[in-house]
């Protein structure tokens, strides 16, 4: 079982920048694929981005593309979000969650796919 941590939410103004942090427990992070989602007041919770066991690959919301950047740390077990360009429409609670499956996976794209969530993390953006 893996217990997720989310932390670095905030305000910031728009255009700003933001770096998450998911830490995770136990000592098999490296056999998880990595999600970020997010979830705005009133709306379902949605693919952010997506990071491979190793880290080689990644993929990303159409809408995200060359803003943010994910990313992890085997060794430490964490994995980031960098969010540069910050707009209001990015406000949401921010989770990430943990898939044991070799690959992303088509399903790595689904809230279904995931195995754990964290607790989430508040990021809103001022204009």
């Known amino acids: 079982q893996v217990q997720l941590v989310e932390s670095g939410g905030g305000l910031v103004q728009a255009g700003g920048s933001l770096r998450l942090s998911c830490a995770a427990s136990?000592?098999?992070?490296?056999?998880?694929?990595m999600g970020w989602f997010r979830q705005a007041p009133g709306k379902e919770r949605e693919f952010v981005a997506a990071?491979?066991?190793?880290?080689?690959?990644?993929t990303y919301a159409d809408s995200e593309k060359g803003r943010f950047t994910i990313s992890r740390d085997n060794a430490k077990n964490t994995v980031y979000l960098q969010m540069n360009s910050l707009k209001p429409e990015d406000t949401a609670v921010y989770y990430c969650?943990?898939?044991?499956?070799?690959?992303?996976?088509?399903?790595?794209?689904?809230?279904?796919?995931?195995?754990?969530w964290g607790q989430g993390t508040q990021v809103t953006v001022s204009s």
């Open positions: 136990g000592r098999t992070f490296s056999r998880y694929v």
């Open positions: 990071i491979s066991r190793s880290g080689g690959t990644t």
């Open positions: 969650a943990a898939r044991h499956r070799l690959t992303i996976g088509e399903r790595g794209w689904s809230v279904d796919g995931y195995d754990y």
